[in-house]
């Protein structure tokens, strides 16, 4: 098993950053491919971004294509969504989650990954 970890939610201002932190414990030689989602309330889960350890390129939502960027460290089994230019739209609970199947990130917006963190709640006020 993999259990996955978020931190770095909070409360800021439209134009403001913030920084999550995800990291993963476990069974974490399993794990190829690492993400984010978000769900704002009354909304769907949606993707925002991951990336694959195999080094190939991360793959983005058009929705903050330009304005968040994910990184990892794979010796840290930890990866981070810098989010810069927040907007109100961007407020949602925001899932870190993992997969030990996935090695192009742009699947990971198709085909949910099987390990799931808690949620980190980020707040964007106008």
């Known amino acids: 098993q993999v259990q996955v970890v978020e931190s770095g939610g909070g409360l800021v201002q439209a134009g403001g950053s913030l920084r999550l932190s995800c990291a993963a414990s476990?069974?974490?030689?399993?794990?190829?491919?690492m993400g984010w989602f978000r769900q704002a309330p009354g909304a769907d889960r949606e993707f925002v971004a991951a990336?694959?350890?195999?080094?190939?390129?991360?793959y983005y939502a058009d929705s903050v294509k330009g304005r968040f960027t994910i990184s990892g460290d794979k010796s840290k089994n930890t990866v981070y969504l810098q989010m810069n230019s927040l907007k109100p739209e961007d407020t949602a609970v925001y899932f870190c989650?993992?997969?030990?199947?996935?090695?192009?990130?742009?699947?990971?917006?198709?085909?949910?990954?099987?390990?799931w963190g808690q949620g980190t709640q980020v707040t964007v006020s106008s």
């Open positions: 989650a993992a997969d030990h199947l996935i090695v192009l990130a742009q699947a990971m917006s198709v085909v949910l990954p099987e390990f």
């Open positions: 990336l694959t350890w195999s080094g190939g390129s991360p």
């Open positions: 476990g069974r974490t030689d399993r794990v190829t491919a």
